[in-house]
Structure formats: structure tokens, C-alpha cells
């Protein structure tokens, strides 16, 4: 008889575009430093032979489920990609929490923002790690709504 593997498990699934994907990386970074752990779709499901098999959206479905929390990343333009809006509206309904963050240097109002990224609103990276860090522990509300996250705060460039 064979052992059933358990499913892992990850703090953070980044939802981001293909074209964000050196802002991924250095997002993923600055979480493993704070000992987040980081579920990228871009990097793993390039690696993945599941996806290759069984399809993407499975993989995807079974990763934001085995997923704590989204991050969803965002350009200076906070452009509408569909792949992302997909990942944060699944991971809306699966009731967990989610989080936009940005490197625009610009700072818009809640209701400049598109509707959409209304939803869960806008932060800096050290303000969504917190937030992550204190999900862990199990203190307190992590909605962005419950953090102050409403509106965008600026981004500190992260390192390349």
C-alpha cells in the first residue's frame, strides 16, 4: 500500500503577469527573507510535469487552494490582466485574503483605482509582509480592508 502524499502547502501564491515576472522574483525574495513561503506559477509550473498532464487551470485551482494567502502584483499603469483577475477573484471566493502591491511611484485614491483592485486595495511590500507574518500567527484581522491597506502606500524599490 502506498502512502498518500500530503499536499504542500504555501503562505503566499504571487498572482502576477507574465510581463511582472522579474518583480515576482524580487517579491518571492524579499518574502523568503522574512520566511514567507512563496508559491510562483510562472517559475513552478514551467516545472511542473502536473500541469504538463492534467492541465494549467487544475494546477492553478490546487495551488490557490493549498495557498494561505494571494499577493497579486501590479505595474506603475495597474493595467487589467486577465490571469491575474482571475487568481484574485478565485482566491476572493475561496474567501482568503488578498493583497496588491505595486511599485508605482504614483499614489492614487481607493476610488481611482480600477474596480477590481478596489476590492483588496493596494500596500507596500513591508506592510503585506507583516500582515502574512501576523496570518501565521493567528492575531488579529489580516483583510487589507482591516490593515489601513485602502489606500496605496509607496513601494520602496525593491533590490535587484
Sequence with gaps: MSAVKPMESFDVFLALSSEHAELGARVEVRMARAGISVYNPHRDLADSARARKAGMVDELRDKLKASRTVVALFDERLHFYPNVAFETGAALGM??????????????????????????????IDRVIDAIRRQRGARGSTRSRDLGMRSMRRMKKLPA
Design 95 to 124: 474567501g482568503k485574503p488578498v493583497y496588491g502591491i505595486t511599485e508605482s511611484v504614483e499614489r492614487p485614491t481607493h476610488s481611482d483605482l480600477p474596480k477590481f483592485i478596489q476590492l483588496f486595495g493596494l500596500a507596500d
